[in-house]
C-alpha cells in the first residue's frame, strides 16, 4: 500500500492553526527536520523559520510541501503578513508550493487569495490565513498525491522579499503619516510594537486610531510603567506635545 503519512514541521500561530485544522489527516509533528525519516510519504511545513537541506526535502515519496502566507512570488521570507499589513495591501493569500533547497523558491501547487479585513491586526490575519491554508491543503493533497497536478514554476523575476523583524522596528515619529502609523500598529501587534521615543524614555502606543487625517492616540505605555490611556498620561505629562 502507498505511503501516505504525513510529517508537520512549522513554528507559531499560523502553523498551529493549520496543524489544528488538519487533525483528521493525522499529521504527525515533527520537532525539528532531522526526525524526517522514509516512513513519511509527504512533508508538510509552515512558518518553520529553517533552510531544510535538500537531501532532507527529498526523503518523502512525495517530497516536501510549504504553506506560504502570502501569493507567492510576492512576499518571500520571514514576515508576508506584517509586510502586507505595513504596505496596506487589499489582498493577500495562502500558497501551496513544492520546496527546494531555496527559501520560498520552489514551484507553486496552489495558491487563493484572501481579502484583507479592514482594522485587522496581525495575530488575526495569521489565523484567517492559517484556516485559509489549511482549507487549501484539505482540497489539494489528494490530487496532488494522485500525481494529478503539475506545479508551476514560479516569476522569479517577480519576487519581493521580507525582512526578519527587529525591536528597532516598532519606532515611530508623531511626524510620520498618521495612516503609516497606523498599519504598523496593527502590522507589529503585539510584537515589537510600536513606540516614540520622548525626552530618552521609550512610549509604547499600545492603541491608536486614524480621524479626519490625524493620528489618535488611545492608550499607551510609559517605559517602566503599567499601560494607561492617553488622557491620564497626558494629565501627568503637561509638556507633552504631539
Known amino acids: 500500500m502507498e505511503n501516505r503519512k504525513i510529517a508537520f514541521l512549522g513554528n507559531g500561530q499560523f502553523a498551529e492553526t493549520i496543524f489544528e485544522e488538519l487533525s483528521s489527516l493525522g499529521l504527525v509533528r515533527l520537532?525539528?527536520?532531522?526526525?524526517l525519516n522514509n516512513n513519511f510519504g509527504l512533508l508538510i511545513v509552515a512558518s518553520y523559520g529553517e533552510i531544510i537541506p535538500k537531501e532532507v526535502l527529498e526523503i518523502p515519496k512525495h517530497g516536501s510541501l510549504n504553506v506560504h502566507p502570502s501569493l507567492l512570488p510576492k512576499y518571500r521570507g520571514a514576515s508576508p503578513i506584517q509586510?502586507?499589513?505595513?504596505?496596506?495591501?487589499?489582498?493577500?493569500?495562502?500558497?501551496?508550493?513544492?520546496?527546494?533547497?531555496?527559501?520560498?523558491?520552489?514551484?507553486?501547487?496552489?495558491?487563493?487569495?484572501?481579502?484583507?479585513?479592514?482594522?485587522?491586526?496581525?495575530?488575526?490575519?495569521?489565523?484567517?490565513?492559517?484556516?485559509?491554508?489549511?482549507?487549501?491543503?484539505e482540497k489539494t493533497l489528494d490530487n496532488y498525491l494522485d500525481g494529478k497536478i503539475k506545479p508551476k514554476e514560479q516569476n522569479h523575476k517577480k519576487a519581493t522579499f521580507?525582512?526578519?523583524?527587529?525591536?528597532?522596528?516598532?519606532?515611530?515619529?508623531?511626524?510620520d503619516d498618521p495612516e503609516e502609523i497606523e498599519r504598523k500598529?496593527?502590522?507589529?501587534?503585539?510584537?515589537?510594537?510600536?513606540?516614540?521615543?520622548?525626552?530618552?524614555?521609550?512610549?509604547?502606543?499600545?492603541?491608536?486610531?486614524?480621524?479626519?487625517?490625524?493620528?489618535?492616540?488611545?492608550?499607551v505605555q510609559p517605559e517602566g510603567k503599567k499601560e494607561m490611556s492617553f488622557e491620564d498620561f497626558l494629565r501627568g505629562h503637561k509638556d507633552f506635545l504631539c
Do not use: F
Open 185 to 219: 500598529s496593527r502590522a507589529l501587534d503585539p510584537w515589537p510594537g510600536i513606540y516614540i521615543i520622548w525626552k530618552g524614555k521609550r512610549i509604547k502606543l499600545l492603541e491608536v486610531a486614524v480621524e479626519d487625517n490625524k493620528l489618535i492616540i488611545k492608550k
Open 83 to 137: 509586510t502586507a499589513l505595513l504596505n496596506g495591501d487589499k489582498t493577500t493569500g495562502v500558497t501551496l508550493m513544492v520546496m527546494d533547497e531555496k527559501m520560498d523558491h520552489g514551484p507553486i501547487v496552489a495558491q487563493e487569495k484572501v481579502e484583507i479585513p479592514e482594522g485587522v491586526k496581525y495575530k488575526e490575519l495569521e489565523v484567517i490565513l492559517g484556516k485559509k491554508g489549511a482549507e487549501l491543503l
Open 162 to 175: 521580507t525582512k526578519i523583524l527587529k525591536r528597532d522596528d516598532g519606532k515611530v515619529s508623531l511626524n
Open 31 to 35: 520537532k525539528d527536520h532531522t526526525e
